[in-house]
């Protein structure tokens, strides 16, 4: 009985000849190399193939900076862990909360959990790290009666955004670290986040994902490739030569014009005047606002 080389016997007596550096043999004698199982046969007629075989080139550069990006954005990917990382905390393994109840340490605070409404005063780009000032938009009063002016409208706002944006990001991350009440008063707080009208965290207005300067790097590494390949199958060696030195060249200028422009990250952009409002995380503790210091002189 004949076994092949692939059923369930034949197969650990192939891969022990192969482990050995013997190359199986199949029907009439010949190797793997000797191309069994595909006859390729290669036919070139003047030019045109090494041109086509270029924009190959060209598409498969094309599609390893792709996937280059993608890792990129696995990796983006995986970072965003940290970002949630505070949700895993231990359990203390008590069923009872170890806080007690908190009496406020003035009747002037604005509590956590109050939402306040402002916009900007300068604009955003995420290109460049920057400071941004906002003011608020309506007036802010002590959380408990809700009567008393704490922060009145037109109060500015010292921040600051991030300008490291992921690939697929579309808001610009604004945390508010001073607050200058008209009066010359000034507190400095701890990282109040913007969000949207809605409450969703960041701000939202215009991003540029630099996709026409990518569509025009694969165009021009295209470029690149073909002319390389222009010519005639009766060229001489030395013109065939530099000719293709020429495509080797643009193929691989063509991959780094890719690979640049797919690590160009995007562009945030917020317009002046963009309204949005700030969460209050932590308890602030004000005075009454007056409209001018009773110290000052007259």
Do not use: C
Not at 34 to 62: C, E, H, I, N, R
Not at 182 to 187: A, M, R, V
Not at 210 to 226: A, C, P, Y
């Amino acid at each position: 009985m004949e076994f092949d080389q692939y059923d369930t016997l034949g197969k650990p007596m192939l891969e022990a000849q192969q482990s050995r550096g013997v190359k199986p043999t199949y029907g009439d004698g010949q190797t793997t190399d000797k191309g069994v199982f595909f006859q390729v046969s290669q036919k070139t007629t003047g030019a045109a193939p090494a041109a086509f075989a270029s924009v190959g080139d060209t598409g498969l550069a094309v599609a390893a900076a792709l996937r280059d990006a993608q890792h990129r954005d696995q990796s983006d990917l995986h970072a965003e862990g940290g970002k949630v990382g505070f949700l895993k905390t231990a359990s203390t393994g008590s069923i009872y909360n170890p806080h007690t109840l908190q009496t406020p340490a003035s009747p002037y605070q604005i509590m956590a959990g109050t939402v306040l409404s402002a916009s900007l005063v300068t604009g955003l780009n995420s290109d460049v790290p920057g400071m941004v000032i906002a003011q608020l938009s309506e007036p802010a009063f002590d959380t408990v009666s809700g009567r008393i002016l704490l922060a009145p409208q037109g109060t500015r706002l010292i921040g600051e955004y991030d300008s490291e944006v992921a690939f697929g990001q579309s808001r610009a991350l604004v945390v508010w670290k001073r607050m200058i009440l008209p009066n010359g008063t000034s507190l400095e707080i701890d990282n109040l986040p913007a969000t949207d009208l809605e409450g969703y965290a960041g701000l939202a207005d215009s991003v540029d994902f630099h996709t026409w300067s990518l569509v025009k790097g694969i165009g021009l590494s295209t470029l690149l490739g073909v002319m390389g390949q222009v010519g005639d199958s009766d060229d001489s060696d030395l013109v065939k030569a530099l000719r293709e030195a020429t495509r080797q060249n643009g193929n691989q200028a063509g991959q780094q014009i890719v690979q640049k422009q797919l690590s160009v990250q995007p562009t945030i952009k917020v317009r002046p005047g963009w309204p949005f409002r700030i969460i209050v995380h932590k308890d602030i503790i004000l005075k009454p606002y007056e409209p001018m210091m009773s110290s000052w002189p007259n």
